[in-house]
Structure formats: C-alpha cells, structure tokens
C-alpha cells in the first residue's frame, strides 16, 4: 500500500501515549484538594493513584489475545476511548467511590496504550527505521509524565481539580478522529479467533495485583507485616498456577516458550532492573533536593529539565544509530552514564552548589536518551513477527512491575538505614542525608549488575527472519 501516511500513524499514536502518560502524574499534586472536598484522609486518598498503578497492568497482557481477535485498529481505539470516557466519570465525580471507578476505567484503556503502540510500530515501520521511530515515540512517552506536576498544579489552582480530567476528553476525541483518518490501514490486519485462556488470565492478573499492591503497602507497614506476607504469598502462588496452566495451552495468555529465547530474556532482564532503580531513584530525587538541599519544589522542578532536555535531544539519536550499529553497545553506555549519576547524586549534600546537581541531571538525561529507545528496538528485534505484540505487551508489564518493586525496596532501604543511623546517635538530618545516599548506592550497583544482561542484547535490530514491515511500502 502506496498510500500509508506513516507520519500520520507516528503522531496518532504518539498523542494517545502521551495522554496517558501525562494522566500518570497530574493527579498527585491535586490530591490535598481532592481530600478536602471528599473530607476524607491522606491513607484514603491516596488509593487515588493506588488502584490506577494496579489496574494499569490488568489489560496489558491480554493486548497479543485482542490484537489477534479485533486487531489493531479496533484495539486502539478501544483503548483511547475506554480512557477518555474513564476521564469523563471521574471529571463527573462527586464522592471518592466514584472517582475510583473513574480512574480504574481510565487505567484499563491506558494500560493497553503502550504495547499496542510498540506493535503497531513493528507492523507499520520496516526494521531498518524502527529504532528511530521508537526514539520519536519514547520522547513522546516520557513528555507527558515530565509535564503532569506543572499542568496538574496549574489547571487545579485556576479551574479546580475536576479540570485536570476534563482536559483529556478533547485530546482523546481528536486522537479517535486522527485514528480513522491514519489507521485505516490497520483494519486490513487478518483476524484469529482465539480460545481465551480465563483461568491464565485470572491467575496472572491476581499475582499482578496481589504483586504490586504488597510491594506498594510494605512502604508502610513493613516487608514482614502479616498483610504483607500473606498478599506476596497469594501471590507467588498464583504465578505458580499460572506457570503450570499456560505451559498446557494451546492458546496462551502468555506464551511462555518466549522466556527459551535468550535475547528477549536479556531484553527482558534489563527492562525490569532499569525500571527498578531508575523509578526508585527518582522517588528519593525530591527528597535530596527538597529536604537536603533546600529547594523549593518549584526550584526543583527547575533543577530536573536539564535532565529532560538532554534525553528528548538524544532519544532520535540513539534510534538511528542502533538502526544502524545495532542496541548492545549504546545501550550499555547508557547503563554507564545512569549509573555515574547515580554515584553523582549520592555525593550531593546541602554544601553542593547547583553546578553539581545540574551535572548529575544532565549526566542522567544523557544515560536515559541513549538506553530507552535501542532497549525498545532490541526488545522488538529479538523476537519472530508473529511474537511481537506479546513481546511488547510483556516488557512494558515488566518496567511497570519492576518501577514498583524498584520503589518499594528503595523505600524500605532508606527507611531501614535512617532508622539505624537514629539508633547510632545520628541527628535526624543527619540519617536522613545516609539513608538517601545509600538509596542511590543501592541504585548504582542494580545498573551496574544490569550490564551482564545488557551484553547479550542482540547486536542487530532486524527482526528473526524478517527484514521490513509487514505493511509494504
């Protein structure tokens, strides 16, 4: 097909991301005046973002089994309207309840968003381009969690909370119109009606929740809390059943014989522990900033653009050149520079100037522009055409999973250290300053283990016996 507008595709599904992805971080600073209307507590509260972060992933692992059944074009639009119409029940909520039934319709249509997009890349762009393509649309992903704290806060303080949901009805409608003009292609996609495997999925989306609302909750109760122990157990028996399930499908949710291919499997490896210590990094960022340094939280949104800026410069850049050089080495500089940064955080303390931190920043801005897209590529890459949707549902499940845990941990550590260094005499202040730090130390050496399964990265991002798009030019 002559006619593909493949730029047009790039920027319909580049909006529909972004969207979600501004709608992951513009609630948390509207969250006092969301308790003061509803009169209710900070623990209460917060399940605002908490049954978000646990229904985001429920849809991500059916997103192979929908794809196959609806196709893309369908699936896509599906997604953009089941979260702009989540936006709308909660812009129109007037108690907690129903503000929860809002955002967890708009986490399901979010949570399908990423993967979708990753795959309808592969199937649209040839292999040659697809590196840079992603780079185009990573900047795109990380754009809208960058700017959610500053819209959030603005549009709360003139035009009251509400607006801060409303704001997406515009934006998704446009994006369903810009998808019937742009995706029309997709809808030649041939269809499979699959069996759909119901105890897999019900066992996978119970160890998902169980996973990430344990991890969430031993922030506050503590790794060894009754709660906690027995909401990790239900869920690592769950995963168990779902291992012993899906190995006897024919149809699985997830095709575990994707875990025999080493290069999806070190993909795969380094997703999760870069999530891990990047999302676990950037939780005690604010901290050192703000608490240690003395930044205001203006200041500090200030201080993070170098950061931004320097990775929305090298994200382009980095997908052509793995296109070209393959994801393995640039990849592993990447690793390199966020892991420098990391050391260069810990050091910083309140007698730092702000050269320092602006280094730090632009240090970890450059590690992140050269990791995230050829890690998007390679994981795209590793895998047959016909395991891509599944390959891509799966690594974005896995950084959502391992940014959990990673937070979780870090969490835990530094709240264990600070209460060790009180117990040793240390002022407050003074513990406080130890337990981040070590926070940041624990961070660099989960980088630096993440180079092991970054060397088996494949070296050239052409797709395992496939060598273009499946949409012909």
Request: hydrophobic share 55%; with cysteine.
């Amino acid at each position: 097909m002559r006619d593909v507008n493949r730029t047009g595709i790039l920027i319909v599904i580049i909006m529909g991301t972004t969207m979600a992805g501004i709608d992951s971080s513009i609630v948390n600073i509207s969250l006092p005046v969301m308790s003061k209307q509803f009169n209710c507590t900070l623990s209460e509260i917060e399940w605002v973002i908490t049954v978000y972060m646990l229904s985001f992933s429920v849809l991500m692992p059916l997103t192979n089994w929908l794809k196959n059944r609806i196709g893309f074009f369908n699936l896509y639009i599906g997604a953009i309207s089941l979260f702009t119409f989540g936006s709308l029940l909660c812009a129109l909520s007037t108690t907690l309840p129903s503000l929860l039934v809002g955002r967890v319709v708009q986490a399901l249509g979010g949570g399908a968003m990423a993967p979708t997009s990753m795959a309808i890349i592969s199937y649209v762009f040839p292999a040659r381009v697809r590196g840079a393509v992603l780079g185009w649309w990573g900047l795109g992903n990380l754009v809208g969690p960058a700017i959610g704290p500053t819209l959030g806060g603005i549009l709360t303080e003139q035009f009251g909370w509400p607006s801060i949901f409303y704001i997406n009805l515009p934006i998704g409608v446009i994006t369903v119109l810009l998808s019937f003009r742009y995706l029309n292609v997709l809808r030649s996609q041939p269809k499979l009606k699959l069996p759909f495997d119901l105890l897999g999925f019900t066992f996978l989306t119970i160890f998902l929740v169980c996973l990430q609302y344990g991890v969430a909750r031993a922030e506050v109760l503590g790794i060894t809390s009754p709660e906690i122990l027995v909401t990790l157990g239900i869920a690592v028996v769950a995963l168990l059943f779902f291992i012993l399930l899906d190995r006897r499908q024919q149809a699985p949710i997830i095709d575990l014989q994707l875990f025999k291919n080493y290069s999806f499997v070190s993909c795969i490896l380094v997703t999760i522990s870069r999530a891990a210590a990047l999302f676990g990094g950037l939780f005690l960022m604010p901290f050192l900033l703000q608490e240690q340094m003395g930044y205001s939280e203006g200041a500090s949104g200030l201080l993070i653009l170098p950061n931004s800026v320097f990775m929305a410069a090298l994200m382009p850049f980095a997908g052509k050149w793995s296109d070209k050089h393959g994801s393995r080495e640039i990849s592993m500089l990447g690793i390199m520079l966020l892991a420098a940064s990391m050391y260069l955080f810990a050091v910083l303390d309140r007698g730092s100037n702000i050269w320092s931190v602006i280094t730090a920043m632009t240090v970890r801005g450059l590690g992140m522009g050269l990791l995230l897209a050829p890690l998007n590529a390679a994981t795209l890459s590793s895998v047959r055409p016909s395991e891509v949707t599944m390959a891509s549902s799966l690594s974005t499940l896995m950084q959502q999973v391992g940014g959990a845990i990673g937070i979780a941990v870090l969490a835990i550590i530094t709240q264990t250290a600070y209460n060790n260094h009180v117990l040793a005499g240390a002022t407050s202040m003074r513990a406080h300053h130890l337990a981040l730090r070590q926070g940041f130390h624990i961070s660099l050496i989960i980088l630096l283990v993440t180079l092991v399964p970054a060397w088996f990265l494949p070296r050239r991002n052409v797709v395992l016996k496939d060598v273009d798009a499946h949409i012909d030019t």
